[in-house]
C-alpha cells in the first residue's frame, strides 16, 4: 500500500469533502462502489441525509429549520495512544465526541463530517478499524457519514463536525441554570480517567474501566430527554465534573452546590485506586523513602471522588432542573443551584467548599 | 506567552468547541469578551446565526429545511508553507476551500467551524493573523465563524466545515451535465499553480500570480448565480479545470469537449512562464548540459495552457449549462458536453484529444 503523498500531489488530490473514500479506492482491492458500500454498512439508513458522501458538500435535512453544529479534535499522543486504544476505540472515541456535544444541546445527531491526517505509512488496515468504529458510534447515535478529507500528517490527526436536529425545541444552554434548580448527572463519571490511570500504571484491569477510557458509551438520548423534561441548563461531562459544571455556573451566574455523598457509587473505582497505589508502591526494589514517594505521588489524585469530580472523557451528561420535575431513573440528583452569596463569585460548591483538587477548568486561569 | 499544553492538560482543556476563545483568554491581554468582539468585528452580522462560539454546540438557521455541509483539511508542509505564506494568507486559503465547495453547490454560506492543531511555541500573533484572515474570508463569503477547538500537533493542521443555505433552491451536483450543455468557467485559471512554481523557482513576480496562490479570492457569489441560470453540474475548480471536469464527466457519464482556444487568456502567466525558464536555464555557470537539462525540467509543466488546465487551488467555477441559457459576462464557455461514442469512457477533451499530460485526477488510477 501507498498513499501516495507528495507535495504537489497532496495538493492536487486530497482537496476535498469526498477524498475520505478516493483514497481508500487507490489503495485496497475495493473500488469505489465497495468502499461506499461498506462505509454505508454500518450506518442506519441516515434518515436526515439528503445528499451524502461524494459531491462537493453533503446536503442534510433540518426540519426546524435550525441545525446544531460542534467540531472536535483528537490527536495522535494527546488524545490517544495507538499503543493504548485500537483503531476502532479511536474511531468510537472520535465519533463520540462530536455526538456528545450534540446531544448536550438537547438534539438528536443528524450527520458527521471527518477530517483524516495520518502518515503514509499507516496501515490501510489502521483506517479501515477506524472508520468502522466511526460508523459503529455514528450508528449509535443516529448520524451517518456524510463528508470528510484526508491529507498526510506526521501524527494521527482527526476533526470531526456533528450536526444535529433539536426537533423543535430550544436548545438547551449552558446558561440557563437559577436559583433552587436541581443538578443531576447521567453516565459514568471518572471511569475514563481511572482507566487512563490503569494503563499509565501498566495495569490491566478492571477492564470496564479500560474500556471506559477506550471507547466511551454516552447515552446520547439522555441529552433530548433531558430537554423534553425542562432541563434549564445542560453540558457534556467531557472536561470533568467540576470544570464542565464550573462552565455552567460561570455562564447562568450562579453558584452550584454539589453533595458528594450524592455522586453514585463506583466499585471499580475503588479497586482501581487501591491496585495504583499498591503498584506505585511496589517497584523493583525501591527505597523505603522513594517507594512512599511514589506512593504518596499515585495517591494525590487517585480516589474514587477525584477521578469523579476531575476525570474527563466519560461524556456523561450534567444538567441543571426544576426543582419540581420528575427525571427519570438514570439521572441522579447530585445537588442544587443557588445565587452566589455577597462577595461570592459563580462557581461549584463541594459539600460546602471549593474543591481543594484543582479541576480542568482552572488550568489557565 | 505559554500555551501550556501537557498530554493530561490537553486533554482536560481543550476538547471542545469554544476552546479556541479559551486558549486566547489565557495568552493575551484580551479577555473572553475582548477577543468575542476581536473575531466578530471582522464579520457581518451572520444573518444564518442563532447560537454562536460558547456553549457545546452552535445553532444556525435552516430557512429551506436543509443544510449544505462540508469539511476540508490544511497541513503545513502539504497546503501551505509558512515560509511562503503568512498567517493571514492561510486563514483567507483555509476559508476560502470550505465556502467554494458550499458555491460550488449553489449554496450561500452561512457558518464555518474550525478545528485548529499547532505547536505550543507557536506565536500568538500567528494565531491571531491567522483567525483574522479567517474571519475576513468568513466575511467576504457571508458566514460566520460559530464555533472551532484548539489542539497541541507537532505542526499546524486545520480543518474547517463549511455550512450554507441553498435559498430554496435544488443542490448543484456534479452528476447533471446533459448531452448538449455548455460548459463554462468563472474565476482565475492556473494562477495560483504559476504562483507556486514561481515561488518555487525563488522569484518574486509577478505579485498577482504570488497573491493568487497564496490568497485566492473565489466569487462565491457566482455559484448561486449559476444555480439561478439553470446549471445542470457545477464544481469547485480547486484539483485543477481537467480533474474536476473529469470529476463532472464520471458522475453524469458524458465526454466534455474542450476548445483550448476558448480559454480565457492571461497574460501573467505567459509572463510566469518565461521568467521561469529563464530562471531554470540561468544557474550560476552550470554547464551547457545541466543548463538545457534544467531548462527542459521547467519547461515540462510550465505553459500557460498547462497550468489552466491542471493548475488546481484556484477555487474558480466550473459548470454545465443548458444550451439555451444567457450567461452572465463573468462566465466564459469554453466547450460542451456530449454523450460518450460507443467504446468511449465518460471523460475530457481537449481540441478532441485527451491531454497528453496528466492532470491531477488521474494520479490515484
Known sequence: LRWGYGARRTRRTFP?????????ITIGELGEFGLIARISAGLPPGGHVILGIGDDAAVLRAPDRR???TTDLL???????????????????????GLADVAAMGAVASGLLVAFAAPPELPVSWA???????????????AAIVGGDVAAADKIM????????????????????????????????????????????????PAELLTAHRRPRPSYDAGPEAARCGATAMID???????????????SDVLIELTSALLPG??????????????????????????????VQAVAGTSAADWMLTGGEDHAFAAAFPPDVTLPARWSVIGHVRAPGTGTSAGVLVDGKRYKRRGGWEHFR
Open 266 to 295: 463506583s466499585r471499580p473505582l475503588s479497586v482501581a485506586a487501591e491496585l495504583i497505589i499498591t503498584a506505585a508502591a511496589g517497584g523493583p526494589r525501591p527505597s523505603e523513602v522513594a517507594r512512599a514517594a511514589r506512593a
Open 128 to 142: 479501515d478499524e477506524f472508520t468502522a468504529g466511526l460508523a459503529a458510534e455514528c450508528a449509535r447515535g443516529g
Open 75 to 97: 490527536v495522535e499522543g494527546k488524545h490517544f495512544r495507538r499503543d493504548w486504544s485500537g483503531p476502532r476505540d479511536v474511531g468510537h472515541k472520535a465519533g463520540a465526541r
Open 237 to 251: 461531562v467531557s472536561d470533568g465534573l467540576l470544570a464542565d459544571l464550573g462552565h455552567v455556573a460561570e455562564a
Open 67 to 69: 441545525v446544531v453544529a
Open 16 to 24: 476535498r469533502q469526498g477524498r475520505f473514500l478516493e483514497v481508500h
Open 158 to 205: 482527526i476533526a470531526v463536525t456533528a450536526l444535529g436536529d433539536l426537533q423543535g425545541r430550544a436548545p438547551v444552554r449552558r446558561s440557563g441554570a437559577g436559583q433552587g434548580d436541581v443538578v443531576a448527572v447521567t453516565g459514568a463519571l471518572g471511569h475514563s480517567a481511572a482507566g487512563l490511570a490503569l494503563l499509565d500504571h501498566g495495569l490491566t484491569g
